[in-house]
């Protein structure tokens, strides 16, 4: 198992930047896929970037590629989501997971076994 836990969160003008990040603990983090999701209020959950166990492999969704950079540091068990230009249809509270299959750069929600609590970013027009 492993338990994960998001910062980093706040409130940010448009054009703004902010980086995410999301500590593991408990099981070996470098053996999980790990990947961020956003859900706005009224919204379904939606995939936002996903990060191969060695780095290697990284996607995005076309909302915020060329914005957002996912990445991580296996030595420090954590995957950060570095945020910029951002946009207030950014706002939302985001998700870190992971993936126990160890492969592929999953992107629905039903893929991932574990979740953080979340954190709360808001960007101001």
């Known amino acids: 198992q492993v338990q994960l836990v998001e910062s980093g969160g706040g409130l940010v003008q448009a054009g703004g930047s902010l980086r995410l990040s999301c500590a593991a603990s408990g099981s070996t983090f470098s053996s999980y896929c790990m990947g961020w999701f956003r859900q706005a209020p009224g919204k379904e959950r939606e995939w936002v970037a996903a990060i191969s166990r060695s780095s290697f492999s990284r996607s995005y969704a076309d909302s915020v590629k060329g914005r957002f950079t996912i990445s991580r540091d296996n030595a420090k068990k954590t995957v950060y989501l570095q945020m910029n230009s951002l946009k207030p249809e950014d706002t939302a509270v985001y998700y870190c997971?992971?993936?126990?299959?160890?492969?592929?750069?999953?992107?629905?929600?039903?893929?991932?076994?574990?979740w953080g609590q979340g954190t709360q970013v808001t960007v101001s027009s």
């Open positions: 997971a992971a993936d126990s299959r160890g492969y592929g750069l999953a992107r629905g929600v039903s893929e991932y076994d574990y």
